[in-house]
């Protein structure tokens, strides 16, 4: 008898993103104020350190470590005031704060974006998945300084899981703001589009937020009509993301076109237009004649492109 | 040849879920600051009124009606400063605002939570839709006072697509919270619980928000593995759900439970076990012997639950 799941071959697609496989578990609804400091103090305790939006990384060896002990974090500069718990794994638990800017730094102390981090697959991928929820939670921390309810400070609440107001005791947590990825195709055809901010020749999904009052297909459908002027039907998800520039959650869909004709918003794409599939190959291999390529694989557009070009009827 | 997508007989599993099926077209990007006059100038525009997070409707002839005229919406205590251009439709623009608590209305303006009007499904289906992206961005305008950067005041940008901080330059987006939610499967059982909220002999799916660093699969193993202790596998998505209470996006999905021994987190649940199918379809049927029941049809949980008392192997 066949289970309620599908009973393919099982490949979770999400796994095929960058910053995928965090094994930190965050435990946030058992934790309290208390459960902080004990962490803290367990010598297997371990902080990713940040440079404003890079993490910080020591070269060892060839290798980049982004792990310190609290008292290399304050040799760096740690600002104690930004110090998070992120949760705990079989290692120990796991920290994440930022340093100050205008401190001297060993050379051999370098600071990365994790864009280049996920590009060069330099890290493991716990540690680069650890990176991408420390910084969207820092970059959250920080910009999350006065209550939109009242304009009191907030302070941080449970090792950092969210901030509280004083004055009116409003509780905020973190934002993780729902995007929408989609691949619109139309037979043997495809619709890639780019932004101006491009790399030269790169073509990508289309994408946007997701509104509130919307399902997620709806906000599909909305998408590819105002960037493209395409209607689209069917939509069926992919794979997700969580895309920490600052702390979005990409969601990834593959949606059939009802309509051929482009209408590009001159606004938001310089091109955008239908791709054969033999091309799309070729763009993905890296052997496009006049070098277009797409998204690297780190990113669900390279993966939602790739399941349409290597997709075979049945 | 089979197309790119499942040649199955297409249903779109979301259409199912209340506040689904919003006709208005938003063109965030395309507006400015003169389209929101123009728009409230126009003689088909009409006003979804709140009284915090009540609609307002007006009963005429055993019928509720949402939309109201500028002249209506002011004799009601319509407050100028909270009215946003919602988008536009074919039948003109739709705003949406909140009335004084303190001014009285006539017997036939009546005050209804937007949970109930789906639930009794006496409006048209656009029209619940228009009131949960209304109440989505009521609320956040109303709570989204003060910039979370420097403390200034936040004034309305672009007829209330988002806010702006005169002081220090910054610009906010409504959020919207993706929300997991998800039925663990072992086999011909399913899991549910209740918390303590729940109306009497209420049981639904697990559900909690997806936090920043996770994909939707893997937020969705840590809530099941959280609230219930179960370890859960593969993860299928169904189908997804604007909830404006205030601003979430509920994401359904089935899991398949790869352990059975429950372990309730009882501070977020006060009872959690494995029904058998035919035991839900009678929870589903309100038939249930012990009167025993699941959420209703507008709710996300209700179809997650459906799609798996209904599910017929191959």
Redesign the interface.
């Known amino acids: ?6 009973d393919r071959v ?1 490949r ?1 697609a ?1 796994h095929l ?1 960058g ?2 496989g ?1 094994v930190i ?6 934790r309290d104020e208390a459960s902080f400091g004990s962490a803290l103090a367990s010598a297997d305790a371990a902080i990713y350190l940040f440079l404003e939006d890079r993490a910080l990384l020591r070269a060892e060896g060839g290798l980049l470590a982004p792990r310190f002990t609290l008292k290399a974090a304050e040799a760096l500069g740690l600002e104690r005031d930004t110090l998070i718990l992120l949760g705990v794994t079989g290692e120990g638990p796991r920290f994440a704060g930022l340093v100050r800017a205008e401190i001297g730094r060993p050379e051999t102390i370098k600071a990365i974006d994790l864009r280049s981090l996920a590009i060069q697959a330099v890290l493991e991928t716990h540690d680069l ?2 990176l ?3 910084r ?2 820092l970059h ?1 921390h920080a ?9 009191g ?2 302070h941080m609440l449970r090792g950092g899981i969210g901030r509280a107001c004083a004055a009116c005791g409003s509780e905020v ?6 995007v929408v990825i989609m691949l619109a ?1 139309d ?1 043997e055809r495809c619709l890639l589009g780019r932004q101006p901010r491009f790399a030269p020749g790169m073509y990508s999904a289309l994408a946007g ?10 906000a599909v459908r ?1 998408e590819v009509k ?1 960037e493209a002027g395409i209607t689209v ?5 992919h ?4 895309w ?1 520039f600052p ?1 979005s ?1 990409m ?1 990834g869909c ?1 949606a ?1 076109a009802l309509s051929t004709k482009v209408e590009r ?1 001159a ?2 794409l310089e091109d955008c237009r239908w791709f054969e599939r033999g091309e799309v190959r070729l763009m993905l291999q890296g052997t496009h004649p006049q070098g277009l390529q797409v998204p690297p694989q780190m990113a669900i557009a390279h993966n939602l492109i790739a399941a ?1 070009a290597d ?1 075979q ?2």
């Not at 008898?1 to 599908?6: A, I, K, R, W």
């Not at 578990?25 to 058992?30: G, T």
């Not at 947590?173 to 729902?178: A, G, Q, Y």
């Open positions: 008898m066949l289970s309620f799941f599908d099982f979770e999400s993103n910053f995928s965090n578990e965050r435990w946030s609804e058992a998945a650890a991408a929820q420390a969207s939670y959250w910009g999350s300084r006065f209550c939109g309810r009242c304009g400070p907030l947590f973190p934002r993780v703001d729902p195709v037979g937020f997701v509104e509130p009052g919307e399902t997620l297909e709806e909305r105002e039907g069917r939509v069926a998800y794979s997700s993301q969580a920490p702390s959650l969601i593959h059939e918003d606004a938001e349409f997709w009827s049945a």
